[in-house]
């Protein structure tokens, strides 16, 4: 049973527009997220994160929105670039586990095109 | 770069053979974690470090995993009799550890094919 869910295994959008990612858990005893991205035979690599006291951060072309009440969250990048073109991967961190164990969505493979 | 390697970058193996994967993570990171990825899914938490001790090793599928970290540094993780369904991305992470949160920063894995 999964508990952190991204639905849309692929996403694609024009450059220059907005990119917008979605995510969503089911464990309310998260108290942490965020958002990794991946290129084909690399690593992951952090992008962005939020606290769940909070709902909103930005940094820079990316925001993440969270929206508690829905257990739901969304990563916003305006404007999109061709670079930006990779696999994204929501994560998040039960505050009752330990700090290691962060759990994945399965990714959404976003497209800029030029 | 001084960023976390990870040897061999692909490994293939036979059904039933033991196969070990290394893990040089960030000098200073007392902390480091191994994932595993199969084909289409998001990386699936197998075990914790922080310095020598596995502070959470809940993500083991099995006893025919093990890792271990002696020094406080390298870590290997370990293999007995791999089956077909052990093939994927192994990867590994680390970071400053501590009692907040600190960013996981990931090597490039390596991809087991068990044959």
């Known amino acids: 049973d999964q508990q952190v869910k991204q639905n849309s295994p692929s996403l694609s959008v024009q450059e220059g527009r907005i990119s917008i990612l979605n995510c969503d858990y089911t464990?309310?005893?998260?108290?942490?997220f965020l958002w990794y991205k991946k290129y084909p035979a690399e690593g992951p690599t952090f992008l962005i994160s939020?606290?769940?006291?909070?709902d909103k951060n930005e940094d820079g072309r990316f925001t993440v929105f969270l929206n508690k009440s829905a257990k739901h969250l969304s990563l916003h990048i305006v404007p999109s670039q061709p670079g930006d073109s990779a696999v994204y991967f929501c994560?998040?961190?039960?505050?009752?586990?330990?700090?290691?164990?962060?759990?994945f969505g399965k990714g959404t493979k976003l497209s800029v095109k030029p | 770069g001084a960023g976390v390697s990870q040897t061999p970058s692909n490994k293939v193996t036979e059904k039933g053979k033991y196969v070990e994967l290394r893990c040089d993570p960030i000098?200073?990171?007392?902390?480091l974690y191994w994932y595993r990825q199969s084909l289409g899914q998001g990386p699936e938490f197998l075990i914790y470090?922080?310095?020598?001790?596995?502070?959470?090793d809940s993500g083991l599928p099995n006893d025919r995993f093990f890792a271990v970290r002696p020094e406080g540094s390298v870590s290997t993780l370990k293999i007995q009799r791999t089956e077909r369904g052990d093939s994927a991305v192994y990867l590994c992470?680390?970071?400053?550890?501590?009692?907040?949160?600190?960013?996981?920063?990931f090597g490039p894995g390596t991809r087991l094919t068990v044959l």
């Open positions: 464990n309310s005893m998260f108290d942490y």
């Open positions: 992470a680390s970071s400053l550890g501590g009692s907040s949160y600190n960013e996981q920063f």
């Open positions: 470090f922080q310095g020598t001790g596995a502070a959470d």
């Open positions: 994560a998040a961190r039960n505050y009752g586990g330990s700090q290691g164990n962060l759990i």
């Open positions: 000098s200073g990171h007392t902390a």
């Open positions: 939020i606290s769940s006291i909070k």
